[in-house]
């Protein structure tokens, strides 16, 4: 994996002190993979879920992790590998809002306004297919480098490019100019 | 001569993540066409759109079903808590990203807020054009991010560093908001948003186009956006 890029963490690592320090890290990583969790599921019910399961899946596989890579991209790689392969055995409720989104209209009561407008922006992301609502939230939420983001995927950075050009497209649709 | 710029590359110039050499023909292709211009802007409202939406998830406590995971295994020592709860703080302020960076500073500043409508005084008057009028100024002046009134009429959204050392404001009021940066003169004017129709009404959301001042302004800053401590600092030096 590359290193070289985005601040990374090196954490002086000691024989005696491994399991706990990769709980430790795990725990402080845990708001980041929560909201990561949260955006690939669309609420915070199913996102806990996939956060559970991947730190019982990572918990499971510790002995895999390599010493001196990043922990956090692993762990982000193990939650979208879940995340995709639950999608596959589930039903394929991922479009179902793409239609609905078109009906939405903004209220022109304030606070009414506000809660629209959130619920907008998670309907979009919802209605996004998988690959391309990854890519997004890899990049624009949490702020990964196209490189290290197709890394956690798996896939060329040309690819996932071209699916973050194509989610922003369909979000800037959905959300209007006010995006 | 002109350049042919993909989708692709205008999203890629947007994240700074274009090669230096492609850069640099990309800039001048935006330079030369307003509508590639408007293009990378929204890329930029739309990260800081969906930034600020996920931003709160960092906030929230992590329910317990989750820590008991990393914390109750009976056959492991005792997990240092408080250099958990450390790395948490220093990630939330550092890294990996470029937006939720700002994301903390933006979600709670742009967290729906009503402002009082008063028209600001005209930007032509006072140190000469260009430059934030009388009422404006004195807002940016003496106004803090954290001691504000919700009911402010102009409200600081965050106040931060511009690449030539220069303290700048991001507000937004009801006639729009924009940037200021003060220099020798005041309180000089680097970008505004219409005010729009919103301009008639006696109140207005705050949000819409605060996005794009963001994106703006996370655009122009060296660092992150100034704590209220520094920003405290910076005015009792006058901005300068």
């Known amino acids: 994996m590359d290193e070289t890029s985005a601040p990374v963490r090196l954490i002086p690592w000691k024989a005696e002190t491994l399991n706990t320090a990769f709980e430790t890290d795990l725990l402080a990583l845990l708001p980041r993979l929560r909201r990561f969790a949260i955006g690939l599921s669309g609420n915070p019910s199913d996102g806990d879920d996939l956060c559970q399961m991947t730190i019982e899946r990572a918990l499971a596989n510790r002995s895999r992790w390599e010493q001196g890579t990043r922990l956090d991209s692993w762990m982000y790689r193990i939650m979208r590998n ?42 979009a992301m919802q209605s996004l297919p998988p690959d391309q609502r990854e890519a997004v939230l890899l990049v624009m939420v949490e702020g990964y480098a196209y490189k290290e983001a197709a890394e956690i995927v798996g896939c060329p950075v040309g690819t996932l490019n071209s699916r973050l050009v194509r989610g922003r497209d369909a979000l800037m649709q959905m959300l209007g100019d006010e995006a | 001569m ?19 050499g492609r850069e640099a023909a990309i800039r001048e292709a935006i330079a030369a066409d307003p509508e590639l211009a408007k293009q990378v802007q929204r890329h930029r409202a739309l990260a800081a759109r969906l930034s600020q939406h996920y931003a709160p998830v960092l906030e929230e406590g992590v329910p317990d079903r989750l820590t008991d995971l990393l914390t109750a295994r009976k056959d492991k020592t005792v997990v240092d808590f408080a250099a958990a ?20 500073i933006a979600g709670p500043a742009l967290a729906a807020s009503l402002a009082i409508a008063v028209i600001l005084g005209d930007t032509n008057t006072g140190p000469g054009a260009g430059y934030a009028g009388p009422q404006l100024a004195a807002v940016l002046d003496d106004q803090l991010v954290a001691e504000q009134s919700s009911a402010a009429e102009t409200r600081v959204l965050l106040s931060f560093e511009d690449k030539g050392g220069q303290f700048c404001r991001a507000y937004s009021g009801v006639s729009g908001g924009g940037i200021a940066c003060r220099d020798d003169e005041g309180w000089r004017i680097e970008s ?49």
């Open chain 1, 82 to 123: 879940i995340w995709i392969d639950e999608g596959r055995r589930t039903t394929r409720s991922l479009q179902t809002f793409v239609d609905e989104e078109a009906g939405v209209t903004i209220g022109g009561d304030g606070a009414q306004e506000a809660v629209v407008e959130l619920g907008n922006v998670d309907r």
């Open chain 2, 2 to 20: 002109s350049t042919r710029v993909t989708p692709e590359e205008i999203a890629a110039f947007a994240d700074g993540e274009l090669p230096a």
């Open chain 2, 85 to 104: 709860r450390q790395k948490q703080e220093a990630q939330k302020r550092e890294a990996p990203s470029r937006h939720p960076h700002w994301g903390w």
């Open chain 2, 192 to 240: 505004r948003s219409e005010g729009g129709e919103a301009a008639s009404t006696d109140f207005r959301m705050a949000g819409a186009d605060d996005g794009a001042i963001l994106a703006e302004a996370q655009d122009m800053a060296t660092g992150p956006a100034l704590d209220a401590a520094a920003e405290q600092a910076a005015r009792e030096r006058g901005w300068r």
